[in-house]
């Protein structure tokens, strides 16, 4: 609305951002997880009779991590970054200017993360066995900071808790309800990640069965606390969740498509599938370390993969239809911009920018409404496709579907005129071919009038009839 | 009581110890039952472990893809009405708790299972493990691919939407056109002149009855010619001296090995099934018009292309050109003889490549739009 | 000792292990778990009859077997021509009972209800569910007693 | 209500009907501290870029012009470049966080605008960053095409400076917004007709030479202190020559600058603080020559250390001079002075106190392992030149 919208074909530039993220959330929580697997395999090699052995195995670890997280991991990072003022500047600039701060002291981070990684990395031949250690471990801590500011932001827009707009506190939003399960959540599944990776590197031992075994039940050791705590937390997290929120992941809304199993239930049970994949996995790879190939280690690797997708997709639908609960909507409309009703009676374009003033009622008309208020979510026929949820829809029954959107839990509220709901209603079913004009569409309404109450329950029983 | 079998001394070494609930147990029963050969000769079975070892892996994947496939069908099974088809699978996908997931799954787990099945018969043929003595094993892999066709080609009809009629429906008119016995197979599988509620009938028996019976008899067969027979060594690895050749144990080090990757595929059939579940068009309607786009699956795109380009009159060419993948499937092990320095057996690769070649680029024309 | 570790880190996992197993498979237990049947009254607390015609009940001692909302039901006009209905199902075996003029009698092991449904003889060990039963546009309509009366149309 | 008046656009002078409003939080702290933190990191990472792309250009350099002592010199980039790269990164960081604070509703509104473009900053990246990585490791191994995967990387790093800046030649230029974003909604505009994209493009890519030769010039310093004579002075006075590039393309860059905004610069240069950046720049620039210059044949790090401070000013210069520019095109749409400040004073204090203990411990660390990496780059130079 305010800031041009960046219209990408089929694919949508949410999914943009998602797909970035992915990548790099796995990454950045081996890059932490990793950390700490350097620091205690240092300590524990020095306590072992193999010791050299075992470091000159961990110094291979150690290539392998530097440059897949700091090439790939440092770079998505900045990546998400970059998507995000693409895809939503109007809730990156709010997280900015809230946390910009937090995130120069994060910047801190990397900054300390890099120069103790290289350091640590460079040095290996040279340096003293303690300041190798020392060098490990205070990587682990500091790299363990950034994810603690990071996710205070990350759960902040899930979970503002008791942050407001009108005088926001920094504090409050950073420690919101969701900070403690999330962070704690996270710390263990990076252990996780950091241990699936020993167990891919020590696949590559070759002819020596048995410090590949010793290597494997090491890292496999890793997956246990996860896989104890993560439910747990798991718990506590859900107990902060909006309850539109949970409403949704139990049964959906109501007779959305996939009945019962709204996406976001899907991939909520892919997140939890995955879980129990992976410690099954491991069971197996310690059960016959020796035999381990890397092909199955890897896929061990990618079961998380999955698993971080999941997890990752859920929390993101879990906002909807916020992209900052409560606050901001998905599609750059305040929330307390709704509450005034003068605002959301006037035109949209006149609360919008960027649009070429089309001629009302005009065919573009509908498109850049659509383009302004609807495209943050919806594709015309791509992703999340809106041509697809609308097929069975009459030009009439758009019009009156948007005034109770909102009902459905996961759609905002319409924000404009009588006459841009027709434009935008005439132009969804232009989509698949439906020649009703903007200003048929209103005829029609004059005829019945939209607030009489038989339409009224015809719409609102209809609201299950959109895909969310 | 008295044991009706003497346990075998070298078995003694190999059990576990007699006080454990184990070895208890095992000595129990092979009082009973005197299976310890089985079990020795089982024992001893190794992959070799050499730079194509994760090939050998398809065989495996392809079977828990099998196992996917039953447990998912039979749960389909318990809502799934073959009287009222469209609605039932209307009732599993939007009333039935997870009904979607498991619908989703049952139908990525297919398809993906078909895709294995062709990397797993193409690394066999390039590794030239189905030369003598491994041609029976080669063929009974065969007939399975084909039924496993046959399963995707029944299983589609079964919702009864739009697509699906329509495809079964042009699928069966590429039936017709087989020479002389064509119609006669179309009308016995149709149960009519044309794909009606009857043909579900038919299609839904040899989907849940027949074919599974089948499939799991021949698998069956194909395992135990492999378990007897054992892995085929590519002929780089066979070249090697004995003390550079590294075997896996196929009881349990493969198998343990080789279990993670199983577990991957699980996690990736919810993903997928998450991402893109499998959506219910409308009821079909055998008046209405076509619905744009009618394609059969894309493992059918090949065949469906080249017989495309052959219309009318020399449509005869393209089944003959088409039946050469099957025959040719059929003759290779007889033709191709394990003399590693053999012109045929670079001819066959080379061909092999070709048809691979043509296999790939075929589905893709006849995916593009 | 090493073994022991080695030991019990297996078993933790296993552990572990097993409660994520009852995660993962809950889906399936949820599609197999039987869903809550509806009840068969509608919003205003009314079930129509199936199967049953005024005709049927037109004078005394009519009665016939119908259903509503899928279970099975009796309704009859008693001697005093009042219109009675009871939910059919036996409460000693649960087969459907059947309207006899003076009784109500069950053919699987002969248990008897008087004409006001308490059990009086046979393996019945409670009386059957009676239900209000009322006309409406020329149809049966039954309802749960011991609620509010539902209106006449 | 607080809100609404900050969603009035910015006190603007020239009511566009695109510029977007203010952000309803406003500034964290006044805006001139925010504007000094960007300037030193954002200075420190066109070094780091110049030194990257510099060193790419002469690693190729070297591959080309077989000579005795190129060999160290490839090494000496071969194994440098892919930190550089992160340190591009990690030091590009802040300046693009604050220039999204001061500068958000135009910086977000050019970026969507060049969207499609604006993203392919990251895998692009990736690919030459993963390029550079993979020549430092497999080098050794399988020499060959290895200058392939090198000159694969060059072009990239090109074309990345060249999207940035026209995004930010873009954020200064609402007046061109709407017509382009009516034609691209997808964001498919790269360049937009601003003469002065060319001649800043050049001053980007001269400073490479600069500081890339600096880099060369350190290193003779070392070689020389290790008693590596010969290679040593040959190092310094390859760079020296290196260095020299700049200046001729900076001259260029300048002219053609003038020539694309006569009124402008004129009008900029009536103002005293431009005139005291470019007196200062232009000393600076000829100070960074003459260290360089004497410390050819010196072990001395003394005049290394001036010259990199003097290259370090001269950039500095042009950053707060690229900004003042940015201000003074947008006076018509937006003044600074009149956003409101929302003091975060509790998490500034947090930061910088971070900051200030993180730069501690890092420069201490760094001080333990620097000899034992000296030690170990000079065994190896030892292996490789006797003598």
Redesign the interface.
Known sequence: M????????FLG?GL?VAI?AIIHILISHLAIGGGAFLFVTELWSDRQPMGQKIRDWLHRYA?YFL?YT???G???G??I???I??AN?EA???L???F??????E??????E???L??YF??W???SRS?QVF?AG?YFV?AWFSLFIINGILSFMLTPGAWQ??Q?N??HGFFNPGFVPSLILRTFVMFLIGGLFGIIVATKIRNDDEFKAKIINFSAKWVIPAAIIVPVMMLWYWSTLPANTVALIKGGAVGVAGGKLEIITRYFWLAVVSGFLIVFGTLFISFRPQAASTAGAIALFLIAQLGVMGAEFFREMARKPYVIYNVLYSNSLWK?HTDDQNYMQTAFLDNA??D?RPEPLSPQHGEWIF?LQCASCHTRNGYRSIAERTKDWTAEFGYRWFLDMDKTGIMPPFQGTNEDRAALSAYLVSLHGDTTTAQQILDQVEQAPADSIANQAAANDMIGKVKP | MTPDYEIPPEAETQLPPPNKLTGRLSRYLLNRYPVWPIIDHLSKKVVPRHRDTVWYNMGGIALFFLVVQIITGALLMVYYRPSQPWASVQRIVMEVPYGNLIRSIHNWSANLMILTLFLHMFSTFFMKAYRPPRELTWLSGAVLMAITLLFGFSGYLLPWDDLSFFATRVGMSEIERAPLIGHWIAGLARGGADVTVDTIGRFYLLHVMVMPIVVLTIVGIHLFFVQVQGVSEPDHFAALPPEKKRYHKFFTEFLFSEAPIWLFLSALLVALAAAWPRTLLPEADPFAAAPLGIKPEWYFLSQFQLLKMFPGKVEMVGLLLWSLIPLGILVVAFVDRSIPTDNRGRWTTRIGIVALAGLIVYTIWGWLP | MKKNTRRSFLGLLSAAGVGWLAAGLYPVFRYLSPQQAPDPFGKDGLAAVEKITLADVAKPNMGKNGGYGGRGLIVFRNAQGELKAFDSKCTHAGCNVEFEATKIYCHCHGGTYNLDGKNIAGPPPRPLTELGVLEKDDALFVYRLGGARPAQA | ???ELLHQPAILIAML?????L??????VPPWILQA?SYLTLSLHLLAMNFTVGGIMLLLWTYFRKKPGHEGIAYFFGSSL??GV??I??LG??P???L??LY??M???S???M??F??Q??PL??IA??LL?YHK?SRAKRPGLQWAVVALALPIFFYIEFIFVNNLTLVMTPEH??DI??AH???GVLTHGEPTVHPRYLLFIGGAFAAAGLAVIWRGAFLIKWGFQTIGRKSQAFGFRVMLITPVLWIAAAIGLYFARPANIAEMLQARAVVVLLVIAIIGGIAAAVFAFLSIGKQKMIFPLLASLSLFAVVACMVIFRDLVRLHQLKPYFDMSAVPV?P?W???A??MS??VT?VV??VM??I??FP??A??ARERLAKMIPG
């Open positions: 305010n800031y041009p919208f960046w219209d990408i074909p530039n943009v970035i290539t440059v700091t090439v790939f440092a770079m998505t900045v990546g970054w970059f998507a003022q693409l500047p990156t600039s709010l900015i200017h809230q910009v701060f937090a995130w120069a002291t910047w801190v981070m990397f900054l300390g890099l120069t103790t290289y350091l460079y040095g031949q040279k340096n300041l060098l205070a500091i707009l009108a926001p920094i504090f307390y920018r960027w070429p383009r | 209500m607080i809100l009907p695109v510029m977007p409003p952000d309803p939080l406003g500034y964290p933190i892919p930190l992160s340190y990164i990690t960081i802040p693009l966080l604050i999204q604070v958000g509703q910086f977000y509104s970026s969507v605008l969207g499609s604006w993203i900053v990251i990246l990736i960053y993963s990585y490791f917004w709407l974003y009516a909604p997808g964001g929302q975060q509790g998490m500034f947090i930061f971070a900051l993180g411990l890092l660390l760094s333990r392992v034992n990496l030690s170990q």
